[in-house]
Nanobody, 124 residues
């Protein structure tokens, strides 16, 4: 079992930045691939970014490519999402998730553990 807790969300103006953190506890964090997902009101949950167990392979949705950066610190059992140049369409609840597969994966169904989410709101 892995417990995940997101933090760092909030209200930010268009063009601003936020850094989300996902703290993990439980089984060895470094054995999991990790991902960031988001869900806006009335929409399905979608993948934002994902990272493999070692951090040397990453994925970004087209909508955030060049603006968001995913990273992880296995020594600190923490994953990050640096979000720059934020837009109103980035407004959503952001979730971190862990997959038993060490390799990178972007399918929601492949993730085994989820955090409770953190709200990100970007004002125009």
């Amino acid at each position: 079992q892995v417990q995940l807790v997101e933090s760092g969300g909030g209200l930010v103006q268009y063009g601003g930045s936020l850094r989300l953190s996902c703290a993990a506890s439980g089984r060895s964090f470094s054995t999991y691939a990790m991902g960031w997902f988001r869900q806006a009101p009335g929409k399905e949950r979608e993948v934002v970014s994902a990272i493999n167990w070692s951090g040397d392979s990453t994925f970004y949705a087209d909508s955030v490519k060049g603006r968001f950066t995913i990273s992880r610190d296995n020594a600190q059992n923490t994953m990050y999402l640096q979000m720059n140049s934020l837009k109103p369409e980035d407004t959503a609840v952001y979730y971190c998730a862990a997959s038993d597969d060490a390799v990178i994966t972007i399918a929601t169904m492949n993730y085994d553990f989820w955090g409770q989410g953190t709200q990100v709101t970007v004002s125009s």
